[in-house]
T-cell receptor
Framework: DGGITQSPKYLFRKEGQNVTLSCEQN?????MYWYRQDPGQGLRLIYY???????QKGDIAEGYSVSREKKESFPLTVTSAQKNPTAFYLC???????????FGQGTRLTVV | AQTVTQSQPEMSVQEAETVTLSCTYD???????LFWYKQPPSRQMILVIR??????QNATENRFSVNFQKAAKSFSLKISDSQLGDAAMYFC?????????????FGTGTRLKVLA
């Protein structure tokens, strides 16, 4: 089945530790996105990538890093510099010349 | 910068009735897309409907239809014959059609409750 897979579904980390969230897609989509969702704030863009080996900061990139070494993979690292990392993280992808984005099932990150 | 506003944090509708969710946006562009996404309790974001700004005709997908008013920058979603499975968060989203601007901008969402 084609789709976007985010793993793990739930992730717990201690404060001060870096953590990497996985996002893999087998849809052959060119563009990929990371969004953060907090209650009452909708979805806010962290990073996006339109082609391999290229990515751009979104509106809330501070404390996060990404890589795009393969078309199908766009991992997000939440660093210790991110002051409020506890949130729900959504990965999305879009085919070239297609209007809509498709989303993974999300990862709930809790930092204690 | 573009913005999307959903002014209704929560709405309720009786099963089998019709409900309209509101969305307004701000942009200086003329070519763009607008979307409604549904997020059920599973938190999987599901595309409900899409509208291209250059099309005057309102988009329709089964029980879901939009009222797109380009001059007023308004994009409401009408759900007819509401079902219990329609209960979810609904997000309005905007994306420019301009080359190089591929970000999706989301509103804060409307929680829809469906009463049996």
């Amino acid at each position: 089945d084609g789709g976007i897979t985010q793993s793990p579904k739930y992730l717990f980390r201690k404060e001060g530790q870096n953590v990497t969230l996985s996002c893999e897609q087998n849809l052959n989509h060119d563009a990929m996105y990371w969004y953060r969702q907090d209650p009452g704030q909708g979805l806010r863009l962290i990073y996006y990538s339109q082609i391999v080996n290229d990515f751009q900061k979104g509106d809330i990139a501070e404390g996060y890093s990404v890589s795009r070494e393969k078309k199908e993979s766009f991992p997000l690292t939440v660093t210790s510099a991110q002051k409020n990392p506890t949130a729900f993280y959504l990965c999305a992808s879009r085919a070239d010349r297609s209007p809509e984005a498709f989303f993974g099932q999300g990862t709930r990150l809790t930092v204690v | 910068a573009q913005t999307v506003t959903q002014s209704q944090p929560e709405m309720s509708v009786q099963e089998a009735e019709t409900v309209t969710l509101s969305c307004t946006y701000d942009t200086s562009e003329s070519d763009y897309y607008l979307f409604w996404y549904k997020q059920p309790p599973s938190r999987q974001m599901i595309l409900v409907i899409r509208q291209e700004a250059y099309k005057q005709q309102n988009a329709t997908e089964n029980r879901f239809s939009v009222n797109f008013q380009k001059a007023a920058k308004s994009f409401s979603l009408k759900i007819s014959d509401s079902q219990l499975g329609d209960a979810a968060m609904y997000f309005c989203a905007y994306r420019s059609q301009n080359s190089g601007t591929y970000k999706y901008i989301f509103g804060t969402g409307t929680r829809l409750k469906v009463l049996a």
